[in-house]
């Protein structure tokens, strides 16, 4: 797995796009204005989409306006079927944070472009396998939409506001390790469809949010699992999958600083999966503690969705609550 240049990794991102590219965004917004489906900013209002995630669906489909447009008018369905801005908005946050627990985990740390790491432990998931399965189908789906509405909200605009390699071009997606580790075959075939449904959900509804993925610790029976789920991916989303071999670490070393890499996987943070994040000190500066809960950030700021609806006797939750508080104008 080689590391691209930076150039290669942001090529069709926001701010390094080609003319052809550049024209094909102003398509697909009059297209999507003409469809009802965007509203373009004014001196008093933002635009109904921004850039970045009209961007993302272009790039989903080869930069085919026709194409990204289907796709998107279809996730805008989706989103309202699912009530996904009020549902995200009021998401109960004890139960937001035991979700994490199932699926990949922010670390709290960047790799060396700022693309956020997460890590996902196959093998922790056994333990845990009866509580994944007990959740009625319905609301497990809906965490899932929780967790990916707080990567693209928070962790994506949180760390394109931190320092990053050729800012300001925005974070858009992320990059995972995936650890086999203690996880058997048995164990995946039983999670198969807890699997399936993130990833399926994922590449229908948050296109081109994972970048590189790298595989470590994949057993030997690894070949059987591919072929159960390669076709949960589009042919994009597989060109991102790396397995890695036994020198992981040096490979890891190579899209990650060492402080910034677990150690479990050959680097220096003091992290392992279940834990929350552990911010670096850039991200520290400007949230001090993590905030909890299904908050958003927006223009250097933490706060809240403007569908949150916060009950008649609301308590504190770090310093985030109805109003001004430590600084942060929460809706």
Request: glycine share 6%.
């Amino acid at each position: 797995m080689e590391r691209r240049s930076t150039s290669r990794k942001y090529a069709g991102h926001l701010g390094q796009l080609t003319p052809a590219q550049e024209s094909a965004l102003q398509t697909f917004k009059s297209n999507l204005e003409s469809a009802h489906l965007y509203t373009p900013g004014t001196e008093d209002a933002k635009p109904s989409h921004d850039d970045v995630t009209l961007i993302r669906f272009l790039r989903a489909r080869r930069f085919d306006p026709a194409k990204a447009q289907k796709q998107f008018s279809d996730t805008a369905k989706w989103r309202q079927q699912h009530d996904v801005d009020n549902m995200f908005a009021n998401f109960n946050t004890e139960e937001l944070d035991q979700s994490r627990c199932y699926y990949p985990r922010w670390t709290g740390r960047r790799d060396k472009d700022g693309f956020p790491l997460y890590v996902y432990r196959l093998g922790s998931l056994g333990p845990i396998q009866d509580e994944i399965t007990s959740v009625p189908e319905k609301r497990r789906y809906e965490r899932i939409i929780a967790l990916y509405e707080s990567m693209i909200r928070f962790v994506f605009p949180l760390c394109t506001y931190l320092p990053h390699a050729i800012a300001p071009t925005p974070i858009a997606c992320s990059t995972t390790i995936i650890d086999f580790e203690g996880a058997t075959i048995r164990q995946m075939w039983s999670l198969r469809n807890h699997l399936q449904e993130a990833s399926v959900l994922a590449t229908a509804n948050y296109p081109e949010t994972l970048g590189s993925i790298a595989v470590v610790n994949a057993p030997s029976f690894f070949p059987t699992i591919w072929n159960w789920i390669k076709g949960w991916f589009d042919e994009g989303t597989r060109d991102k999958i790396h397995i890695l071999g036994r020198d992981s670490a040096s490979t890891l070393l190579t899209l990650v600083n060492a402080p910034d890499l677990p150690k479990t996987y050959g680097g220096e943070l003091d992290w392992k999966f279940g834990d929350a994040p552990n911010l670096d000190d850039e991200a520290t500066k400007v949230l001090g503690e993590l905030p909890r809960g299904s908050v958003i950030f927006v223009d250097g700021a933490v706060t809240r969705p403007v569908e949150y609806k916060p009950p008649a006797t609301e308590k504190m939750e770090n310093g985030i609550a109805n109003g001004h508080t430590n600084g942060m104008d929460t809706k």
